[in-house]
Antibody, heavy 122, light 108 residues
Framework: QVQLVESGGGVVQPGRSLRLSCAASGFSFSTYAMHWVRQAPGKGLEWVAIISYDGSIKYYADSVKGRFTISRDNSKNTLYLQMDNLRRDDTAVYFC???????????????WGQGTLVTVSS | EIVLTQSPATLSLSPGERATLSCRASQSVSSYLAWYQQKPGQAPRLLIYDASNRATGIPARFSGSGSGTDFTLTISSLEPEDFAVYYCQQRSAWPPHTFGGGTKVEIK
């Protein structure tokens, strides 16, 4: 069955960096676009970034552009989010999510990980 | 950027009642709208995609309608497990893949 398992969250000081991982299993990872979505405590969902199935196309929310980098290693079935220059308002649960259809970029998200909490605090 | 506005923010209903949730887009998204359900401490779950298509395993009491800028998620008869927060999301013009602010369906 499809599984997405995030890791790498934790408490980090403002201005520092953190890298999140999302280990995928149960499907052909290399043929699906993947996303990161975050949710601040008590708030709604905010889309963060997308990477195409082959890693050639990446887009970011304006709120993280220039600070976050999405990447993937299809040989390891793993998605990453490198977060640099973290700010207090980056505090959130970060979810990775798979698109419903292969080779997409604009499809709904049919599988989600359980999320990993990132807390930016001094 | 397309903005999605969901209403009401909170819906107080009893089990067995019909729930009607609205999502309005700032510009046309054609039929490229999805609905998700999220329970506390859990990841969102895809319910409806492309305005009216139920995702795999979603009960028939959930239905979606609309096109252009106005969309509705209807739960025909609320079950206890349906009390949750619901989000709409558009995929017509991206990035970003915007979400609405959510509607909480709570027990009256």
């Amino acid at each position: 069955q499809v599984q997405l398992v995030e890791s790498g969250g934790g408490v980090v000081q403002p201005g520092r960096s953190l890298r999140l991982s999302c280990a995928a299993s149960g499907f052909s990872f290399s043929t699906y676009a993947m996303h990161w979505v975050r949710q601040a405590p008590g708030k709604g969902l905010e889309w963060v970034a997308i990477i195409s199935y082959d890693g050639s196309i990446k887009y970011y929310a304006d709120s993280v552009k220039g600070r976050f980098t999405i990447s993937r290693d299809n040989s390891k079935n793993t998605l990453y989010l490198q977060m640099d220059n973290l700010r207090r308002d980056d505090t959130a649960v970060y979810f990775c999510a798979r698109e419903k259809f292969e080779f997409g970029g604009a499809n709904p998200f049919d599988y989600w990980g359980q999320g990993t909490l990132v807390t930016v605090s001094s | 950027e397309i903005v999605l506005t969901q209403s009401p923010a909170t819906l107080s209903l009893s089990p067995g009642e019909r729930a009607t949730l609205s999502c309005r887009a700032s510009q046309s998204v054609s039929s490229y709208l999805a609905w998700y359900q999220q329970k506390p401490g859990q990841a969102p779950r895809l319910l409806i995609y492309d305005a009216s298509n139920r995702a795999t395993g979603i009960p028939a009491r959930f239905s979606g309608s609309g096109s252009g800028t106005d969309f509705t998620l209807t739960i025909s008869s609320l079950e206890p497990e349906d009390f949750a927060v619901y989000y709409c999301q558009q995929r017509s013009a991206w990035p970003p893949h915007t979400f609405g602010g959510g509607t909480k369906v709570e027990i009256k």
